[in-house]
């Protein structure tokens, strides 16, 4: 189970950290990552890294980490627009056993 925090109301150009911790009892993933969905738009990526991807970001403003010792991914997140309201999801791919998807958290970004 992935369990997202740290989303909110932000104002323009400000910052914040998402955290999406692994407490389920799979680990091993090979590819770690964060999506968005913005209302009435498709879900996309927004950063990405691991197995045949190294580490991919739809922006130079959010930069993915990982603790593994905590099970734990983050997207930090800076410079802060409206655009990037929408609601975030953590991803989790393995090899084995499939895609894993949090319940997703808002960010919204007040202009």
């Known amino acids: 189970q992935l369990v997202e925090s740290g989303g909110g109301l932000v104002e323009e150009g400000g910052s914040l950290t998402l955290s999406c911790v692994n407490s389920?009892?799979?680990?091993?993933?090979?590819?770690v990552g964060w999506y968005r969905q913005a209302p009435g738009k498709q879900r996309e990526l927004v950063a990405l890294?691991?197995?045949?991807v190294g580490t991919t970001y739809i922006d130079h403003r959010f930069t993915i980490s990982s603790d593994d010792v905590r099970n734990t991914v983050y997207l930090q997140m800076s410079g802060l627009k409206s655009e990037d309201t929408g609601t975030y999801y953590c991803?989790?791919?393995?090899?084995?056993?499939?895609?894993?998807w949090g319940q997703g958290i808002q960010v919204t970004v007040s202009s």
């Open positions: 991803y989790f791919r393995h090899v084995l056993k499939g895609e894993f």
């Open positions: 389920g009892r799979t680990f091993g993933f090979d590819r």
């Open positions: 890294r691991g197995s045949g």
